[in-house]
């Protein structure tokens, strides 16, 4: 193991699909799991505490972003991210893979170098290599770290994809080699690939040969169809080790989930929950709801009857209608609550589901549903 004090167990299994349990020295995390977003050292429109009474152990945050705004300096004053975000919760950081992708227009790639940006802020060089996104983890003290990649976006470029995997390639060894013997804190690995098999494979066998102490799969939740990201999954994930997290990165609904936890993945991250919730758009156990859309003015029921946490239940579709037609900032805040409330109760449902050899039970019922 990279990481001693960091491990993971399968507790119990339904076919391909996992119930089990991550130990950090920050606390354990029961997975499946999901990961709200919080780039900026903040899941946006809540409180750390609301993340902790809904139940969440465990958030992602953003090196890249981070690296710029506040910057690593400032951050250190505090001893790391944990204390600057007043989170007791384990952190997972994105390396500032994802970026490479998403500010494509203001980066290039030196294979060396690393990823070359134009800050997005005041239009300054900024050169992130896979030693500098391992030491700017390392100063934000995240518990989960990941290797820098080259994420690449939907192509059906074969060989843009191969270099691309290269690259990561070769960027993981190095990200590797700069983290070191951490006995505290677990390094990822990242398999790329996009939606061609035998790429895929490749990738998997290149980075099982580095060794880590979890698996993701990255490049996937970047424009292909949920039929394409699931044939993915069936490709691949059976080669992949029993005895290490699996960890599905930048997805996704709550159908995504349980198609990928059909087929053995055991972590997840996505800001669809926070930022549909800013748009208006909640989830239920019935389906979605655009609360921002006339029918419900008049409507006097809850999003649900029957929650238990914050009186979620005492507003009706009604005023939350009124709020969010008024951009009233507590509409952001009640709906992103709700959802990520939603998010939570859905991985618990599912956890206990396998535990009780009733997934594809609990699958059927809810996979065109939700």
């Not at 004053?77 to 490479?100: A, R």
């Not at 990255?218 to 080790?241: R, S, Y």
């Not at 389906?287 to 239940?313: Q, V």
Request: aromatic residues 8%; charged residues 25%; contains cysteine.
């Amino acid at each position: 193991m990279v990481g001693s004090t960091f491990s993971f167990k399968v507790l119990a299994k339904e076919k391909n699909a996992r119930a089990g349990v991550i130990n950090t020295k920050r606390g354990k995390i029961d997975t499946p799991a999901f990961m709200p977003v919080g780039t900026q050292a903040t899941v946006k429109s809540v409180f750390v505490d609301d993340i902790i009474s809904i139940g969440f152990q465990i958030i992602l945050s953003n090196t890249y972003h981070l690296m710029l705004r506040p910057g690593t300096d400032r951050i250190k004053l505090f001893g790391g991210v944990h204390k600057f975000m007043n989170c007791p919760l384990p952190i997972l950081t994105d390396s500032g893979g994802f970026q490479i992708m998403s500010l494509a227009k203001l980066m290039n790639v030196d294979v060396e170098q690393g990823a070359i940006f134009r800050s997005h802020l005041d239009g300054k060089k900024i050169i992130l290599s896979p030693e500098k996104s391992i030491q700017v983890q390392k100063d934000l003290d995240s518990d989960i770290l990941m290797v820098l990649d080259q994420c690449p976006a939907l192509t059906k470029d074969k060989k843009k994809i191969k270099k691309a995997l290269d690259t990561s390639e070769y960027w993981a060894q190095r990200s590797k080699t700069e983290f070191g013997k951490n006995k505290n804190k677990a390094l990822f690995g990242i398999v790329q690939g996009g939606i061609f098999e035998d790429l895929r494979i490749e990738s998997l066998k290149k980075t099982l040969k580095i060794d880590f102490d979890g698996y993701a799969l990255g490049g996937l939740a970047v424009g292909e169809t949920q039929k394409q990201m699931f044939e993915v999954l069936d490709n691949i994930t059976h080669h992949m080790p029993e005895d290490k997290p699996r960890y599905l990165m930048g997805v996704g609904t709550p159908s995504d989930i349980l198609g990928a936890v059909k087929r053995g993945v055991d972590m997840f991250d996505c800001v669809i929950p926070t930022r549909s919730g800013r748009t208006g758009l909640v989830f239920t156990w019935n389906g979605k709801l655009n609360l921002r859309n006339s029918k419900y003015k008049n409507d006097t029921t809850p999003i649900d009857e029957n929650p238990d946490f914050r009186n979620l239940n005492l507003y009706s579709k009604s005023y939350l209608n009124h709020l969010i037609n008024s951009n009233e900032i507590l509409a952001s805040m009640i709906l992103t609550l709700h959802n990520l409330k939603f998010y939570w109760e859905l991985m618990r449902a599912i956890r206990n589901s396998i535990k009780n050899g009733q997934f594809d039970q609990f699958f059927n019922k809810y996979i065109d549903l939700l």
